[in-house]
Structures are given as structure tokens and as C-alpha cells.
């Protein structure tokens, strides 16, 4: 009997274990719920949780996001709350949409100023938040237009503190409506000013004028430098298509129709928050223009041009039969090489040319293995490519929206590995996409185990076999790795489908989406530019109480409601016979009907998506 006592008592217990014996339980906790539980089992976890249990888990539940640098506890603590709330969001599609509008939009049957456009320019949006001491600052930047606006916001936690509008007005430099629109615009981040310095942003313009403007709250849109070529150069600057700048070397890629430039972005002796009379014009470091050089075969123009790293560019092309390229930078200029030519089994394929919309880099390194050139491409035909430049393989990954077969895409944004967003080239729908690559986050783990299905059950439109479960077991069992019903289902692609938002434009024609811009990946809002509106939607538990603004707004925000269809996993599709169903659309709701916190909580969708009569069964089913 002693001896057993004595056996009891040599134990060792949780909290006496060592600090990096508890720092790997704590990494294989994968809910805050579960990293809570601990902390309140006793005070010395309590306290090692409290130093760097939150950093730990957040590190490695959204590895894949580019985080915030901090050495606050209570910084990691309030971050993993908005990521498990924000992927909660995503997962539910819990979306609040306010459109942006001038005060004056255009309208049919008004007369127009000579030389004025008969119809709205396209919006082209960039956005940035940038951390300044305890708060957040969101500087979102749009060409509406001849004309620059940007709207400044400054966060703490849930509260929005203040905002600021500013206005450049391109007459005021000479600009017209039309010729001298905005094509083009990119926020200079902070890795190359600096902290506590404000960033500048570059406007590209279709008369092929490219300028650093500055976005500080003293002298917004004065000009900071000027990058054009020589005049005694033989090279002409046009139309600016695209513009990408690298941080981390200082260099800016900019794209005209079938040239591409690199300039330097910064010049150590230009103080960016002061307003300068005579800018500096600024000479490319080098050009190449595609049509002069030797090709593998023809292209009608430059759409796009992306960084890849420091040393190589993506360029997408439109109607070639090669419509991606890349360029490396070396000392002597750019030398241009083609990836593997796609030949794949799709419908569309084949010899004739074809065109690449838009060029969005990914960063892998976050995965075993991962790094090099890898890059996302949205072709004419729909899908939207995988590649990694530094393999032979013509494409690693095909996605394809599965309702929407053929409808190509026009921009987009990426969030970590997670999911990425598309904008429609066609109409004014936002696409979110899963890489369905494995995550460490999924919010349902941390709801009660049932021998229960995801409720109400996907609707694809493709013709897929719902996925079985061959267990009875009513409770997860994490010793021999085996999870309940529920669980294990809610993990599942098919119960995890991809989605169509779709915008609502009541004052306004039919737009496609002509740019999307995200200020960081820990950011709760999206904007997306369309003609003549600025739309952004934001989850839910991301919306803010109501600023007090600084200055007039120069725009009206207006709340709507957005329908939503799911569109099953992404795969590509390689027979468009077999995408015949037509799914489900849904409306938000904002009435409030009563119901078991059970039957909402267990719902895959938001509760503005949710229909009474699935609330119904789920409780009978239950019962």
C-alpha cells in the first residue's frame, strides 16, 4: 500500500513538466478553446500559457499568414481571437457589404463636360494596413478616373478611431478624363520607408505617365518621383498595364503593352512625408520589350507583370500560345525564358492561343519543401493554374469554379495556403476558392462531438458521390487519432465548398471586377473596384463601430445584402457534362427567428444565410 502511495506521489505532474516538454503539448493543441482550458487548469500554466502558449499556437494553427511582429502576451492573445473568429467567418461566409460611392455618381440622361467619358472608369484599388505603436492603420488607395482618392483609418481592437479622406484631383496636374485615367496603382509598403514613416503609392496612367505620390497627411498626391525614361533614350514609355513593386529589394516592375520596365522605388535622401515642388525623374534600371526580342510565338499585349522575387518576373500575355512568361533580372538587363507549355486533356486546350488575365505570386514556405517560383494564373478557359517555375511540370494544380465554367477571372488575392480570392472578368461576382491544401485551423473542432452530418448538406454542381462514414463511434478518440462522425465530415472537402458572391449593383449596370486588393492577410475586409464603385466586404466579427471622421467623406457607404451560391470543391472539370445541377442561392437575412444556440451553431453557414425549415430537421434529427 505505501508503495503505491510513494508511486502515486513520484508522478509527475503537467505543470511540473519541463517549459519545452509543454511547449510541444501546447503545439498540438488545435482550438483556443482547448489552449484555454489549459491555462485554467492551474496558475503556473496559466502563466506559461499567458508568456507563450498563445504565440505558439498562433504560429502554428495559421502558419501559412504572414503575421505581426510582437513581443506583447496580450498581443498573441487578442490575434489568435480575431484568426479563429476570422476563419469562422470564412468558412460561414459571414459577410457585411457596403458599397462606396461619389457624391455625385454618373447617371444616364445628365450632360456631360466636353471630352468627359460616357460611362464610369474602372476603379483600380490597393490597400495597406501598417501597425503604428497599439494601432492599426488602414490606408486603402483607388484611381477613380484622372483622379487619386484614399481614405485613411486608424484601429484599435473593435474600434475604429478615427478616418480621413483625401482627394488628388488629376485636373489640378493637368490630367484629362479618358486618355490620362488611372490604369494602374500600388501602395508602397513599409519595409521601404520604414516604421513610423508613411507610405507612398504609384500611379500608373494610360498615357504612360508613372509617378510615387505621397499619401501623407500634409502635401497627399505630390509628386515624390517621376519614373520615365530619358528623353534622349530611343524607348517610349505607353499605356501602363500593371505595376508590382518587390519591398524587399526596392524595385518596381511596371508593364506597358508590349514592354516591360524596372525602376528603383526609393532614393535614400527623399523624405516621403514632405511635399516635393520639383520631383526627381527617376531612369530605369533596365527594359526589354517582348515584341522585339526573340519569342517562341506572338502576343497581342502585356496584361500583367508580377515579382516573383528579387530576380524574376511573371509576365502574362494575352492571346499566345506561351501566354506565361518570365524574366530574370541579371546585370547586363532581363533575359526571358518560357515555362513548360500546358498541354493538358481540358476542352479548350490545344493549339490555339490563348491568354493569361492575371498573375498573383504564392508563398509556400510555410510547407515541407516549400519555396522557389511558384504562381497562380487565371487563364481565358476558366481555370486558374498552380505552377511552380522552378520544376518541369507545365502545372501542379488546376482550379475551376464549377458552376461558371468558362467564366475567366480578372484579378486576384491569396490569404496565406488558405484560400484565395477571384474577381469575375465578366460580371460583378467575387469568387472565394480553398487551396485544399491541409490547414491548421478548422473552426468546428472546437463544437460538441454528434454521430450527426454537417447540416444541410452541399448542393455541387458537378455530379459527386457524398462522402461516407464507417463508424459509430459517438465521441472523437484523439489517443488513436479517430474522430466522431461530425467531426471528421466537417473536415471534408465536399461539406467545405467553394463559394459565388454575388455583388449587389442596384444604381448600376453589370461590372466585372477590375481589381481586389486585402490591406494584410490578418485584415477582416476585401475591396474590389469595379466601374465607377468601390465595393468592400468585411467579416462579421471584423465590422467596427462607426469612426469619427477627420474630413468630409468623399464618398456615401451604403449597407446592402449579397447572395451566395456554393460551387462544390474547385477541381478542375475536365467534362462540362457532368456540372449540370444548378445550386442553391442564398440570400442574407438579417431577421432573427427563434431557434436552439445548438441548431445555429452546428449550421455550416452564417446565421444571415440560414433557413428555419433546416433548423427544423437538424432538431429532429438530433431529438
Known sequence: MASSQTLILDTPKLDTLPADILFMVLSYLDTAQSVAHLAASCRGLCRLVSAEGWRIFVKNRFRSLVLPTSSHNEDWAALARVLTAQSRDWDRRAFVFHSLTPPKPWRHGVRRDRGAQSIPGAIIVDAHLQRRGHVDE?????????????????????????????????????????????????????????????????????????????????????????????????????????????????????????????YPIQDDGLAVSDKVVESPVVDPITSISLKATRQPSPFDFIRSTKMLNKDTIAVALNRSLDPVRALTITPTGLEVFTPPRILDEHHSMGTNPRTVRALLPIDVRSIASGGGNVLLSSWDDGTIRLQDLRTSSPVDRVYQDNFEVVVPINALISYGLERFVAGSAYSHTVKIFDF???????????????????????????????????????????????????????????????????????????????????????????????????????????????????????????????????????????DISKCQMVPEIRRQSFSHENCSTVARKHHRLDEALQNPLEWQNFELQVS
Request: charged share 20%.
Open 138 to 262: 488602414e490606408l486603402v488607395v483607388w484611381g477613380s478616373g484622372e483622379d487619386v482618392v484614399a481614405r485613411i483609418q486608424r484601429k484599435s481592437r473593435a474600434t475604429a478611431i478615427s478616418e480621413s479622406w483625401h482627394c488628388s484631383k488629376g485636373s489640378d496636374a493637368g490630367f484629362v478624363s479618358g486618355k490620362d485615367d488611372t490604369t494602374a496603382i500600388s501602395i508602397v509598403k513599409s519595409h521601404s520607408f520604414g516604421e513610423n514613416e508613411d507610405a507612398g503609392v504609384v500611379v500608373g496612367r494610360a498615357n504612360g505617365d508613372l509617378r510615387l505620390l505621397s499619401v501623407g497627411a500634409t502635401g497627399f498626391g505630390g509628386t515624390l518621383m517621376h519614373f520615365r525614361p530619358s528623353p534622349s533614350s530611343s524607348a517610349h514609355q505607353q499605356e501602363i498595364w500593371a505595376i508590382d513593386i518587390d519591398s524587399s529589394s526596392s524595385t518596381m516592375v511596371a508593364g506597358t503593352r508590349e514592354s516591360v520596365w524596372l
Open 436 to 574: 485544399r491544401w491541409a490547414r491548421g485551423y478548422y473552426h468546428t473542432d472546437s463544437l460538441p462531438c454528434t454521430t450527426n452530418s454537417p447540416y444541410p448538406t452541399p448542393k455541387p454542381p458537378a455530379i459527386v458521390d457524398k462522402p461516407d462514414y464507417h463508424d459509430d463511434r459517438p465521441f472523437c478518440n484523439h489517443v488513436i487519432g479517430r474522430l466522431c462522425q461530425w467531426h471528421s465530415l466537417s473536415r471534408h472537402d465536399f461539406y467545405r465548398p467553394n463559394c459565388n458572391i454575388y455583388l449587389p449593383l442596384r444604381n448600376s449596370e453589370s461590372s466585372p471586377i477590375y481589381s481586389l486588393a486585402k490591406p494584410s492577410d490578418i485584415s477582416p475586409t476585401i475591396y474590389a473596384g469595379l466601374s465607377g464603385l468601390l465595393v468592400e466586404f468585411t467579416l462579421k466579427s471584423g465590422v467596427h463601430s462607426p469612426s469619427t471622421s477627420n474630413s468630409k467623406p468623399l464618398y456615401s457607404r451604403q449597407r446592402d445584402k449579397l447572395a451566395i451560391l456554393e460551387t462544390g470543391d474547385g477541381s478542375a472539370v475536365l
